[in-house]
């Protein structure tokens, strides 16, 4: 045992952080942080944390470089102040889609941004839908890594769609779908798709039957829609009838929103990982799913050094 359980939240997506309180019936941790003149960033703890085991919840989302170098003070100053444990919990890991070289002379951000949270003071990684999976081996830490799937999954059967099939984007999330899809006992179809540009796909082929089946695109993020709508394009005209989606990391940046108002989808499930309010504020079409119990359960577990494997659906 680590000591006592404190949980703290940066101010990347504090309504988060105060979800997992509320299902772990604890009082959040007090900490200040605030931006000077120059943007520069000062982060205090304002309590004590010696001997605690402290869990700080900061997603690395929009504004991405800010929000991280916020995770990487506050574990500066939590190791600095004599905590037991601290876990970095990171609903969603920015710069995971640089996790290789594909072309020349690029870094593999992914990879540097770990080292970055091992070396600041990271005893262990929350994470969840990774964008691949072997960036869990980028960590020099121990990393336990959750699926939104059982969210998901409850979502979805309330909806309780008839004829369903359910799309991968691209061959990259066959793994996923094919798993949804299997709990589901739905069908299964793979978008063949070829990236021209970063955030610019072009739709190739369907592999699979979606003519006159009713369709849910699924897919770990959804940042600026141009493939989730080009993708609602292509299955449209493959004759699909409803045409729905879901996606685990709502990034939806930049054009996102109004390509999803104006789309012919009838509904986009996202989760909380990220912030969600002001997006449902300017999208009618989005629908929320709290990814707080799920979170909540695990850091639960890690503290109590019991199984977290039983939630990796």
């Known amino acids: 045992m680590y000591g006592e359980i404190k949980i703290f939240g940066g101010r990347a997506n504090p309504s988060l952080t105060r979800e ?3 299902y772990l019936n604890i009082t959040q941790g007090n900490s200040t942080a605030f931006n000077f003149s120059d943007g520069e960033t000062f982060c205090q703890i304002d309590e004590n944390v010696r001997g605690s085991d402290v869990f ?4 690395t989302c929009r504004p991405v470089n800010e929000n991280l170098m916020e995770l990487l003070i ?3 100053a939590f ?3 004599s905590a037991s444990r601290v876990t970095a919990v990171l609903p969603y890991y ?3 889609r640089q996790d290789k070289k594909d072309q020349p002379r690029v870094p593999i951000t992914a990879k540097l941004v770990a080292d970055l949270i091992s070396r600041a003071g990271a005893d262990r990684v929350l994470t969840m839908d990774l964008h691949a999976a072997q960036i869990q081996g980028f960590f020099d830490v121990p990393v336990d890594h959750l699926f939104a799937a059982p969210v998901l999954l409850d979502a979805i059967r309330e909806l309780a769609i008839p004829n369903l099939v359910i799309v991968s984007p691209d061959a990259g999330g066959v793994e996923r779908a094919r798993a949804i899809a299997k709990r589901l006992e739905a069908g299964l179809a793979i978008v063949d798709k070829r990236r021209t ?3 610019v796909a072009e739709i190739m082929h369907i592999i699979g039957d979606v003519t006159g089946k009713n369709v849910l695109i699924l897919d770990d993020i959804v940042d600026t829609a141009g493939t989730l709508t080009k993708t609602v394009e292509s299955l449209a005209a493959q ?7 879901a996606g685990v990391h709502g990034i939806l940046s930049g054009p996102a929103l109004q390509r999803i108002e104006q789309s012919p989808l009838e509904l986009v499930l996202i989760t909380n990982t990220t912030p969600v309010e002001e997006k449902l504020q300017k999208c009618s079409k989005l629908k929320a799913l709290s990814v707080a119990p799920l979170l909540g359960e695990a850091i639960r577990r890690i503290h109590e050094n019991s199984s977290v494997s039983s939630l990796f659906v």
């Open 79 to 81: 190791k600095r102040s």
């Open 239 to 245: 004759g699909a009838r409803r045409i729905l989606a």
């Open 197 to 199: 540009a970063p955030n």
């Open 20 to 22: 997992i309180c509320e």
């Open 94 to 96: 920015g710069y995971a």
């Open 74 to 76: 506050l574990l500066d």
């Open 56 to 59: 700080i919840v900061q997603p």
